[in-house]
C-alpha cells in the first residue's frame, strides 16, 4: 500500500497543521522567519535547502496565510517574507520543538531566548517566569548560546551571532567584515 501524501481522511486538528507545516524543511522555514529572515536569498543560504523546495515551501506558507509576500524593491522586482498573525501564532511550537531538541539531542546551548525588560530566559510556551507573563513576540531577545560556530561561513549565520530580537529583519555583512564598534561576541553564562 502505497503512503498517502496528505492526511485528508484524518479528522484531527494536528493532521491539519501539519498539511501546512509538516513537510521537510517548512518549520526551518518558519524559524529563520522567527530570527527575522525575510529574503528568499537568505532562507536559500542559511538553510542550504534546494531552491525549488524553497520556493514550494515559501509558496505553501503563503498560501495557507503563514507568511505574507511584501515588495521590497520595484525595479528589480523583489520581495520578501514576513510572519503574518497565523505565522506568529506557531511560535510556542517552534519555541517548545526548540527546547525538546535541546534537552534530548543537543550536547551544548546553541541559543536562547530571553525577556528583553527582565533578562529572564523564557519558559516552553513563551513564558517569563519572574514576570508571570507570556512575552509579545518583540519583547523576545535571541542570544547566541557557546554551542554556536564562533565563524559560520554564511552571512545569515554570521548575522545570528550577536544578540537581537525576534522579527527584525537580519543585517548582513559580507565575510570578512565587521561593522564598526563591534567586538567578537561573547556568550553570557547560563
Known sequence: MALGKDYVAQECSIARALEVVGERWTLLVVRDAFYGVRR????????????????????????????????????????????????RGLWPTVRSLGLWGRLHFTETLLRYFRHT?????????????????????????????????????DPVSRALLKPK??????????????????????????
Open 40 to 87: 528568499y536569498n537568505d532562507f536559500l543560504v542559511h538553510l542550504g535547502i534546494p531552491r525549488a523546495v524553497l520556493a514550494a515551501r515559501l509558496q505553501t506558507l503563503t498560501a495557507a496565510g503563514v507568511l505574507e509576500k511584501r515588495r521590497y524593491q520595484e525595479s528589480p522586482p523583489r520581495d520578501e517574507y514576513v510572519l503574518t498573525e497565523r505565522g
Open 117 to 153: 525588560i527582565c533578562g529572564t530566559e523564557l519558559g516552553p510556551y513563551g513564558e517569563c517566569a519572574a514576570c508571570g507573563t507570556v512575552v509579545p513576540l518583540e519583547d523576545v531577545e535571541m542570544m547566541p548560546g557557546p554551542g554556536l560556530d564562533p565563524a559560520p561561513e
Open 165 to 190: 530580537r525576534l522579527l527584525q529583519p537580519i543585517e548582513t555583512e559580507p565575510l570578512g567584515t565587521e561593522p564598526l564598534g563591534t567586538e567578537p561576541l561573547k556568550a553570557d553564562p547560563v
